[in-house]
């Protein structure tokens, strides 16, 4: 059975028609990590997230070495970390994906991804952020039954940003209405 990371690798190359990596910077109190490193399992996905302060940004590029070269072999990039004063809350933030990849369905499998991973890494809850004139992401977190909660613009950039929130756990909740735990 293909690891996770195999079959985003997979269904990437499928969706775009060319080879990609994922690699991953780890940054703590907004500073960057000079030296991404390669997933190639999905243990490190998980090894990362899960229990750290750390903020994973998660950068899709080809693999073609001239485009890298070049420093055109971006593809998509996105952000998770665990939310400041709760272990509970992973929190997914700026997702962003290069104009000749986007309407492809690209968005909708890197967010299938980043369920997952928050999943995997013991998460309760996703809490995301995004501009709220973002229709495309807002039909793609419908779909995959993500919630706004709040709507607000942002005095510091005057955007209007709407909250969403997805119940990773709902069986915890069940097994507590029922005395379980």
């Given at each position: 059975m293909p690891s996770k990371i195999d079959?985003?690798?997979?269904?990437?190359?499928?969706?775009?028609?060319?080879?990609?990596?994922?690699?991953?910077?780890?940054?703590?109190?907004?500073?960057?990590?000079?030296?991404?490193?390669?997933?190639?399992?999905?243990?490190?996905?998980?090894?990362?997230?899960?229990?750290?302060?750390?903020?994973?940004?998660f950068t899709i590029k080809s693999a073609d070495p001239v485009e890298q070269d070049r420093g055109t072999s971006h593809v998509a990039v996105f952000t998770l970390q665990q939310l400041p004063g709760c272990c509970g809350v992973c929190l997914s933030h700026s997702s962003f994906i290069w104009a000749q990849y986007r309407r492809k369905g690209l968005q909708t499998r890197l967010m299938e991804f980043r369920i997952w991973a928050a999943k995997k890494a013991g998460y309760?809850?996703?809490?995301?952020?995004?501009?709220?004139?973002?229709?495309?992401?807002?039909?793609?977190?419908?779909?995959?039954?993500?919630?706004?909660?709040?709507?607000?613009?942002?005095?510091?950039?005057?955007?209007?940003?709407?909250?969403?929130?997805?119940d990773l756990r709902p069986e915890l909740k069940e097994k507590r209405a029922r005395g379980e735990i």
């Open positions: 079959e985003l690798l997979a269904d990437i190359k499928a969706i775009i028609g060319k080879d990609v990596i994922i690699e991953v910077s780890r940054s703590a109190t907004g500073s960057r990590s000079t030296d991404p490193y390669r997933i190639y399992q999905d243990y490190q996905v998980v090894e990362y997230l899960d229990g750290y302060t750390y903020a994973l940004t309760g809850t996703l809490l995301m952020t995004d501009k709220s004139k973002n229709i495309g992401q807002r039909k793609i977190l419908d779909k995959k039954g993500v919630n706004k909660i709040h709507h607000f613009v942002n005095p510091r950039t005057e955007m209007d940003v709407d909250v969403s929130i997805l």
